[in-house]
Protein backbone atom coordinates (compact mmCIF):
# COMPACT_ATOMS: atom_id res chain seq x y z
CA UNK A 1 0.00 0.00 0.00
CA UNK A 2 1.49 3.05 -0.77
CA UNK A 3 1.63 6.13 1.87
CA UNK A 4 -1.03 8.27 0.02
CA UNK A 5 -2.94 4.83 0.15
CA UNK A 6 -2.33 4.38 3.96
CA UNK A 7 -2.79 7.60 4.43
CA UNK A 8 -5.97 8.21 3.48
CA UNK A 9 -7.11 4.76 5.00
CA UNK A 10 -6.02 6.52 8.19
CA UNK A 11 -7.89 9.59 8.02
CA UNK A 12 -11.02 7.39 7.03
CA UNK A 13 -10.76 5.40 9.85
CA UNK A 14 -9.99 8.42 12.46
CA UNK A 15 -13.34 10.08 10.62
CA UNK A 16 -15.24 6.85 11.15
CA UNK A 17 -14.28 6.31 14.61
CA UNK A 18 -15.00 10.62 14.96
CA UNK A 19 -18.94 9.68 13.39
CA UNK A 20 -18.91 6.27 16.00
CA UNK A 21 -17.84 7.93 19.11
CA UNK A 22 -18.42 6.83 22.27
CA UNK A 23 -21.42 7.19 24.53
CA UNK A 24 -20.32 10.49 26.91
CA UNK A 25 -22.23 9.35 29.53
CA UNK A 26 -20.37 7.41 31.92
CA UNK A 27 -21.98 4.02 33.52
CA UNK A 28 -25.31 5.34 31.60
CA UNK A 29 -26.72 1.21 31.83
CA UNK A 30 -25.94 1.58 36.23
CA UNK A 31 -23.79 -1.67 36.22
CA UNK A 32 -20.71 -0.15 37.82
CA UNK A 33 -21.42 -0.32 41.44
CA UNK A 34 -19.87 -1.34 44.68
CA UNK A 35 -23.35 -1.87 45.80
CA UNK A 36 -23.90 -5.91 46.67
CA UNK A 37 -27.42 -5.41 47.14
CA UNK A 38 -30.41 -3.33 46.02
CA UNK A 39 -30.65 -0.49 48.22
CA UNK A 40 -30.92 3.26 48.44
CA UNK A 41 -28.02 4.98 46.93
CA UNK A 42 -29.07 8.78 47.67
CA UNK A 43 -27.53 11.08 50.06
CA UNK A 44 -29.59 9.19 52.80
CA UNK A 45 -27.81 6.39 53.31
CA UNK A 46 -25.07 5.14 51.22
CA UNK A 47 -23.70 7.86 49.48
CA UNK A 48 -22.74 8.13 45.63
CA UNK A 49 -22.04 4.35 45.44
CA UNK A 50 -23.15 4.02 42.19
CA UNK A 51 -19.72 4.78 39.86
CA UNK A 52 -19.78 8.45 38.10
CA UNK A 53 -23.65 9.19 39.54
CA UNK A 54 -24.11 11.37 42.54
CA UNK A 55 -27.95 11.19 43.67
CA UNK A 56 -28.72 13.24 46.83
CA UNK A 57 -32.84 12.32 47.19
CA UNK A 58 -34.81 9.05 47.45
CA UNK A 59 -33.37 7.02 44.79
CA UNK A 60 -32.43 3.03 44.20
CA UNK A 61 -30.67 0.92 43.03
CA UNK A 62 -32.05 -2.45 42.08
CA UNK A 63 -30.18 -5.43 41.03
CA UNK A 64 -32.38 -7.64 38.18
CA UNK A 65 -35.16 -9.62 39.36
CA UNK A 66 -35.20 -7.34 42.53
CA UNK A 67 -37.61 -4.37 42.25
CA UNK A 68 -40.62 -5.94 42.34
CA UNK A 69 -39.99 -8.88 44.94
CA UNK A 70 -37.41 -9.04 47.77
CA UNK A 71 -36.91 -4.76 46.69
CA UNK A 72 -34.39 -2.10 48.09
CA UNK A 73 -33.31 -1.34 51.83
CA UNK A 74 -33.87 1.70 52.83
CA UNK A 75 -31.97 4.03 55.06
CA UNK A 76 -34.50 2.75 58.17
CA UNK A 77 -34.28 -1.12 57.15
CA UNK A 78 -36.90 -1.43 55.37
CA UNK A 79 -37.21 -2.63 52.24
CA UNK A 80 -38.90 -0.32 49.36
CA UNK A 81 -40.39 -2.34 46.56
CA UNK A 82 -42.65 -2.14 43.52
CA UNK A 83 -45.82 -3.45 42.86
CA UNK A 84 -45.32 -6.16 40.00
CA UNK A 85 -45.37 -9.97 40.03
CA UNK A 86 -43.42 -10.71 42.83
CA UNK A 87 -45.34 -8.61 44.95
CA UNK A 88 -48.83 -10.39 44.13
CA UNK A 89 -50.30 -7.86 41.33
CA UNK A 90 -49.69 -8.87 37.28
CA UNK A 91 -49.89 -5.42 36.17
CA UNK A 92 -46.69 -6.92 33.62
CA UNK A 93 -43.90 -5.04 35.31
CA UNK A 94 -40.62 -5.86 34.19
CA UNK A 95 -37.03 -4.96 34.48
CA UNK A 96 -35.00 -2.99 32.30
CA UNK A 97 -34.96 -4.04 28.44
CA UNK A 98 -31.22 -3.59 28.44
CA UNK A 99 -30.61 -5.68 31.52
CA UNK A 100 -28.93 -5.34 34.32
CA UNK A 101 -29.46 -2.80 37.44
CA UNK A 102 -31.55 0.01 37.07
CA UNK A 103 -32.50 2.91 39.47
CA UNK A 104 -35.81 4.96 40.48
CA UNK A 105 -36.71 7.72 42.01
CA UNK A 106 -39.53 8.86 43.93
CA UNK A 107 -41.28 11.90 42.16
CA UNK A 108 -43.33 13.00 45.51
CA UNK A 109 -40.77 12.55 48.13
CA UNK A 110 -36.93 14.47 48.28
CA UNK A 111 -37.36 14.13 44.90
CA UNK A 112 -33.22 15.96 44.56
CA UNK A 113 -31.06 15.55 41.59
CA UNK A 114 -29.33 12.84 40.21
CA UNK A 115 -26.25 13.96 38.05
CA UNK A 116 -22.84 13.58 36.80
CA UNK A 117 -20.66 15.65 35.31
CA UNK A 118 -20.17 15.06 31.49
CA UNK A 119 -16.76 16.35 29.95
CA UNK A 120 -15.87 16.49 26.27
CA UNK A 121 -18.18 18.42 24.65
CA UNK A 122 -17.63 20.99 22.05
CA UNK A 123 -19.80 24.23 22.39
CA UNK A 124 -22.61 25.36 19.93
CA UNK A 125 -22.74 21.10 19.05
CA UNK A 126 -26.10 18.97 19.51
CA UNK A 127 -25.81 16.02 21.41
CA UNK A 128 -28.62 13.72 21.91
CA UNK A 129 -29.98 12.22 25.15
CA UNK A 130 -31.74 9.29 25.20
CA UNK A 131 -32.59 6.86 27.71
CA UNK A 132 -35.30 4.44 28.87
CA UNK A 133 -37.83 4.90 31.57
CA UNK A 134 -40.91 3.36 32.95
CA UNK A 135 -43.64 4.00 35.71
CA UNK A 136 -44.13 2.42 38.96
CA UNK A 137 -45.54 2.12 42.20
CA UNK A 138 -44.32 1.53 45.90
CA UNK A 139 -46.19 -1.39 47.33
CA UNK A 140 -48.84 -1.17 49.71
CA UNK A 141 -49.78 2.31 48.56
CA UNK A 142 -52.80 2.64 46.56
CA UNK A 143 -54.52 5.38 44.10
CA UNK A 144 -53.49 6.54 40.60
CA UNK A 145 -50.16 8.55 39.94
CA UNK A 146 -48.08 10.35 36.92
CA UNK A 147 -44.67 9.78 36.19
CA UNK A 148 -42.01 11.63 35.03
CA UNK A 149 -38.34 12.55 34.73
CA UNK A 150 -36.91 15.86 33.86
CA UNK A 151 -33.60 16.12 32.32
CA UNK A 152 -31.49 18.89 32.19
CA UNK A 153 -27.46 19.60 30.94
CA UNK A 154 -26.45 22.92 31.53
CA UNK A 155 -28.89 25.37 31.48
CA UNK A 156 -31.13 23.54 28.97
CA UNK A 157 -34.10 21.71 30.75
CA UNK A 158 -36.65 18.87 28.94
CA UNK A 159 -39.06 17.28 30.80
CA UNK A 160 -40.99 13.92 29.43
CA UNK A 161 -44.63 13.41 28.95
CA UNK A 162 -46.45 12.28 32.47
CA UNK A 163 -47.45 9.59 32.07
CA UNK A 164 -50.78 8.05 34.07
CA UNK A 165 -50.23 5.00 36.23
CA UNK A 166 -53.14 3.39 37.62
CA UNK A 167 -53.35 2.27 41.27
CA UNK A 168 -50.71 -0.73 41.67
CA UNK A 169 -49.76 0.07 37.98
CA UNK A 170 -47.13 -0.20 35.82
CA UNK A 171 -46.28 1.46 32.61
CA UNK A 172 -43.69 -0.21 30.17
CA UNK A 173 -40.13 1.06 29.64
CA UNK A 174 -40.19 3.66 27.11
CA UNK A 175 -37.04 5.18 25.32
CA UNK A 176 -36.37 9.45 25.18
CA UNK A 177 -34.43 11.56 23.19
CA UNK A 178 -33.94 14.96 23.89
CA UNK A 179 -31.66 17.08 21.64
CA UNK A 180 -29.13 19.64 23.71
CA UNK A 181 -26.97 22.20 22.45
CA UNK A 182 -23.68 22.26 24.22
CA UNK A 183 -22.68 26.08 25.78
CA UNK A 184 -19.81 24.65 27.80
CA UNK A 185 -16.92 22.13 27.26
CA UNK A 186 -17.86 20.73 30.90
CA UNK A 187 -21.36 20.60 32.01
CA UNK A 188 -24.01 18.03 34.46
CA UNK A 189 -26.08 16.04 33.29
CA UNK A 190 -29.28 15.95 35.43
CA UNK A 191 -32.04 13.78 35.87
CA UNK A 192 -34.98 15.13 38.43
CA UNK A 193 -38.06 12.53 38.76
CA UNK A 194 -41.76 13.89 39.11
CA UNK A 195 -44.58 12.24 39.71
CA UNK A 196 -47.89 13.10 41.71
CA UNK A 197 -49.67 12.65 44.06
CA UNK A 198 -47.66 13.34 47.26
CA UNK A 199 -47.45 10.06 49.19
CA UNK A 200 -49.07 7.51 46.13
CA UNK A 201 -45.87 7.28 45.98
CA UNK A 202 -45.12 7.35 42.31
CA UNK A 203 -41.90 5.84 40.91
CA UNK A 204 -39.77 7.18 37.47
CA UNK A 205 -37.26 4.22 36.72
CA UNK A 206 -34.30 4.73 34.65
CA UNK A 207 -31.94 3.14 32.65
CA UNK A 208 -29.54 3.28 29.73
CA UNK A 209 -28.61 6.84 29.75
CA UNK A 210 -26.13 8.09 26.51
CA UNK A 211 -25.19 11.25 25.24
CA UNK A 212 -24.07 11.39 21.52
CA UNK A 213 -22.97 14.18 19.29
CA UNK A 214 -25.61 14.35 16.38
CA UNK A 215 -22.49 15.21 13.73
CA UNK A 216 -19.71 14.29 14.92
CA UNK A 217 -16.91 15.55 12.98
CA UNK A 218 -12.68 14.41 13.94
CA UNK A 219 -11.36 16.07 16.84
CA UNK A 220 -8.93 18.37 15.97
CA UNK A 221 -6.05 16.83 17.47
CA UNK A 222 -7.02 14.24 14.53
CA UNK A 223 -7.42 16.86 11.90
CA UNK A 224 -3.85 18.55 12.80
CA UNK A 225 -2.61 14.87 12.16
CA UNK A 226 -4.51 14.18 8.94
CA UNK A 227 -2.47 17.40 7.97
CA UNK A 228 0.61 16.74 9.23
CA UNK A 229 0.66 13.42 7.56
CA UNK A 230 -0.30 15.18 4.04
CA UNK A 231 2.05 17.90 3.94
CA UNK A 232 4.72 15.64 5.25
CA UNK A 233 3.82 13.33 1.91
CA UNK A 234 3.72 16.47 0.07
CA UNK A 235 7.12 17.51 0.84
CA UNK A 236 8.55 13.97 0.67
CA UNK A 237 7.36 13.92 -2.95
CA UNK A 238 8.82 17.61 -3.61
CA UNK A 239 12.02 16.32 -2.53
CA UNK A 240 11.75 12.66 -4.44
CA UNK A 241 11.18 15.19 -7.84
CA UNK A 242 13.98 17.27 -7.02
CA UNK A 243 16.39 15.31 -6.54
CA UNK A 244 15.30 13.40 -9.59
CA1 LIG B 1 -28.79 -1.35 33.32
Known amino acids: MSIRKSLLSLAAVLAFSGAAQANLVQNGD ?9 ALFGSRMTDNVVDNWFAYGFT ?17 GGTFKLWGPGTGVDNGFVDSPTGGNFIGGTGDYINLPI ?17 DWAGAQQTDHYGA ?3 GWTAILGDQTFNTEMISNPEQGFQAWRNQTFTFTATAVTEVLTFIAQGTPDGAPPVSL ?21 GAALGALGLSRRRKQASA
Open 115 to 131: NQTITGLTIGEQYVLSF
Open 60 to 76: FLWLPGTAASTGATEDG
Open 145 to 147: QTE
Open 206 to 226: LDNVQLNAVNHVPEPGSLALI
Open 30 to 38: FENTNMTSS
